[in-house]
């Protein structure tokens, strides 16, 4: 593999057309064909050579079908990508999920006029703390709905709230 991740030919490959291509013309052409049919791109086949995409083109339209396509090397597979912290899925413990659904049932009760010191204002001031962690953290907004047994946008509004 070269720049961009994109597949190269190996110097065995390489050195083969490179001695086809001056000694028997027809073989060449087969070589090539056989490197496209195996879904090779134009561009590694090209870059050995120092020409163009469309010479390579060239050479391809040029295979006789007489000729027999020789066995070429597979393209080969880049190894997947790990996935990065952020995509990872995160999930609450039961222990977390537990303590999200009683104090959002104690939030509730929380009115406009609910005194500031009231246990059920700091229930509710204390999941919104919590809610905006978890967030951080990357839990999704269904997931801390589904703990706390409210809607999405109840847990939106909240958030919101909170900062």
Same mark, same amino acid.
């Given at each position: 593999?070269?720049?961009?991740?994109?597949?190269?030919? !190996?110097?065995?490959?390489?050195?083969?057309?490179?001695?086809?291509?001056?000694?028997?013309?027809?073989? %060449? %052409?087969?070589?090539?064909?056989?490197?496209?049919?195996?879904? /090779?791109?134009? #561009?590694? =086949?090209?870059?050995? %050579?120092?020409?163009? #995409?469309?010479?390579?083109?060239? /050479?391809?339209?040029?295979?006789?079908?007489?000729?027999?396509?020789?066995?070429?090397?597979? =393209?080969?597979?880049?190894?997947? $990508?790990?996935?990065?912290?952020?995509?990872?899925?995160?999930?609450?413990?039961?222990? +977390?999920?537990?303590?999200?659904?009683?104090?959002?049932?104690?939030?509730?009760?929380? #009115?406009?006029? @609910?005194?500031?010191?009231?246990?059920?204002?700091?229930?509710?001031? &204390?999941? +919104? !703390? $919590?809610?905006?962690?978890?967030?951080?953290?990357? =839990?999704?907004? @269904?997931? &801390?709905?589904?703990?706390?047994?409210?809607? #999405?946008?109840?847990?939106?509004?909240?958030?919101? $709230?909170?900062?």
């Amino acid at each position: 593999m070269s720049d961009n991740n994109l597949p190269s030919l !190996s110097p065995e490959t390489t050195t083969q057309l490179l001695a086809l291509r001056d000694t028997d013309k027809d073989k %060449f %052409f087969a070589y090539v064909k056989a490197l496209r049919v195996a879904n /090779w791109p134009l #561009r590694a =086949i090209a870059e050995p %050579f120092g020409v163009s #995409r469309t010479a390579v083109q060239g /050479w391809e339209s040029k295979y006789s079908t007489q000729t027999p396509l020789p066995a070429v090397e597979s =393209i080969p597979v880049p190894p997947p $990508k790990e996935r990065t912290s952020g995509t990872q899925k995160k999930n609450l413990s039961d222990e +977390e999920c537990k303590t999200l659904r009683e104090l959002a049932e104690e939030a509730t009760t929380v #009115r406009r006029y @609910t005194d500031q010191n009231a246990p059920a204002r700091r229930s509710a001031d &204390l999941l +919104e !703390s $919590k809610l905006y962690t978890y967030r951080v953290k990357g =839990i999704s907004l @269904t997931q &801390l709905a589904e703990a706390c047994g409210v809607s #999405r946008s109840a847990v939106a509004q909240r958030l919101r $709230k909170f900062q």
